[in-house]
Structure formats: C-alpha cells, structure tokens
C-alpha cells in the first residue's frame, strides 16, 4: 500500500508537493474507510481533482516512474520540470509490505543519466522516527550501508546508471538482497492504467480460465447494470459471425492486418455479450463504456482480492456517475481488507463527505505563474472556510472555495476579443 508520494522538479511540480495517504483517526466518521495499522492509518482511496491540464496525470505518471525505477521493467521516462531548468528530479515514496512502513527516495540527473541520490528506510516507532538502511549521496560523498561495511565501502566506487539494487550483485549479500525482495514485491503490485487507453489483456486472461475470480470478473460487469445476461470469452465466436473489418482503407480486410492495426484484437472478437438471451461479440454491440468496464473489472477485483494498489488516470471517463461512485465505495467498503485506489477525476458528484469520503481523500491540484500545488481538503479548517464533514463540498467546489477550477470564457472565441 502506498502512505506517501513526493515530488520535487518533476514535470509541471517545481516545489516539493506530497500526496498523503494518511488517515487522521481524530475524525471518527467512515472507519471502513481506513486501514488500520501499528503505525500508520491508511487510505483506502484518494482523489485528485483539478481543471485540465494542471498536473493531475503527472502525478500518476510519477507513481509509474517509481514503480519503474524499483522493478526495473522499463526504460526511464522522467522528466523534471522544463521551467526550472534544473536537471535533477527528486522522488520518493513511503509504502507499507506486510505491515511494515519503508521509505525510498531517489534524485536522478537526466543530464548524466544518473542516480545521484538514494535513501532506504523504515519507520519502527509511532514517533516518526526512522531506522535508514542505506544512503548514498554522490553529491555530498555520503555512503552509508547498516550493518555491512562491505557494501559500503563499494558505494563511492561503483556506477550511477541504475538504482542500488541493480548495480551490486545481490545473491552475494542477504542484506541487499533482502532491501530488494522489499522494493520489487511492493512496485510488482502497482497497476498503472489510464481509462482512454486500458487494455483488455488482463480480463482476457482470467475469462479464459475457470476459477473464483474469472465467476466475480463476470459478475462484476453484470452487477454493472449494463443490460447484460452474461458475459464470456468462446473461441468459436469468431467463426460464428460474418465481420468486415477495413483496416487499410481500402475495404479490404485480413487476421493479419488486423494484429498490426491493435494488439489482441482477434482475442476481442471472443468476448461475447449476451443480451436479451442473443450472444454477440462485444466489440461490434457494446458501447465504449461497457468496455472500459469489463477492461477495468480485472484490476479492480485483483486490487480488492490480491491486496493491490490500482492507479487510474480519469477514472469516470465514458462511465456514469452511479458506476464511478460504486466503484470506489467498494474499496472504501469494510470487506475490502488490502487493496488500495487512487484516482484522478472531473466529477464532481464524487465530492461526498456525507456518504462517501473523509475530507483527507480528496485532492485537487491548483496551478498559476509561478507553481502547481497539490493540497487535500483536510487542509481547509472549518473555522477558517466552513468545511466540516457536513459541508455542501460541491457548492464549495464551484465557487472557488478550494482553488483547483477553471474559468474558461469561450465566448471571446466568437467575439474576436
């Protein structure tokens, strides 16, 4: 699970800005909504409002960079932000494995291409003290290695290219290989997906076995209220319907254009939806919604059943309300004991603390001439703007309240102003 997010010259963030997913237990209301802990109280979800094109993307893209960076999967995209002129990016995060808090942190140059800065610990008190496993600072010639002066002694002498846990052979000390195992287990269970390009792998792959979670995947979407009798991948769909397909604009249509033209598409043409007792393939009949649902439903299910944390990019994009709103109230829910969302949003009939969040759940990113800020409405005391837990938090919202708003004035548009 995911505490904390940090960021510091990190695309559009110029100022160090944290996204916290801690929970004040101070507030009593929505217990469901929070995992308990030794030391700390987490967040079951968290979202990021803001008007387009602020930064609400770069904060997922951030989890994904770390997430990266700790399993080594893909190539490096980070980009620091191009108004300091600063080359440095500097990232961490807190997260929870097996019940124990571990911070890491890391500064990379995307001048040299080098991990200049890193730092790995773990929180052993409630007194927000920490217990530092390692540190490494080529700027300020800082090496520290707990417990082995061995691997010590190596960290001013070896390359900056990856992280540590990639430089040094880690079969040959338990203390490092150890750090490892921690790092890898806990970013080989972030799920990044964006919902105007989530691929329909990973539902494929559980529809085509049997089990417990291929029945829940297909309860899942016709609990979605999308007109569906049932839901399944068959082999034999494609052969049962007769489908033109151009995909070179020329009318013409081949198996082998179509694999160039979108990955699994011929997978696709299995799913089939059954509506009012006629199956059909759900790529020709279902809406753009309902697949974004089936699509969703795999991460979604794996996140609550697998204790993992899923990352979604406009989670409301092509659904309705109702639909977004139960999605996130199932993690919110109390059977909900390990997995974690966090999302970005425009809508806001999700901005709930009545029935649905603690104020600390919801963010929004406001930006100007100078910097973009990311704060929570926990941040707004009641005495200072009236937010209480029984604040009308939409009308809030609309008039300016907690910043993060547009204000477009399309009308100059036709004026010629």
Partial sequence: MIVEVRMN????FNNRVKLSAKADLRNKRFAFNVFRTEKFNILKSLAI???NNVGKTCVVQCIQDIKHVMDNTRPLAIVPNIFTKQPDCRLGITFMVERRVFSYDFTYDIHTREFIYERFAEFVNNDKKDTVYFEK???KNVYYFKANKEIENLLSVIG???ILIYLIDTAKFKELAWIKDVMVRFAEKIDVVNMNNIPLK???DILKTQGTLQTKIVAFIKNADLDLDDYSYDKSAMKNFSVEFDTTGDGTFSPEAALKAQNNLLEQFCLVSRHRGIDMPSILIDSTGTKKIVALASYVLEAIEKGR???VDELDSSLHFKLTRAIVALFNNEINVAGQLIFTIHDISLL??????RKEQIWFIHKDRNSTWLYSLAEFKSRNHGTRDTTDIIEHYKKGVYGALPEPNL???LLGV
């Fill in 411 to 413: 009308i100059d548009t």
């Fill in 160 to 162: 900056r290219s990856n």
């Fill in 202 to 204: 990973k539902t494929i």
């Fill in 9 to 12: 010259n990190y695309r559009v």
């Fill in 309 to 311: 944390v899923l990352v």
């Fill in 137 to 139: 600072d080529s700027v």
């Fill in 49 to 51: 409002y803001g008007p």
């Fill in 352 to 357: 709930d603390c009545k029935r649905l969040f």
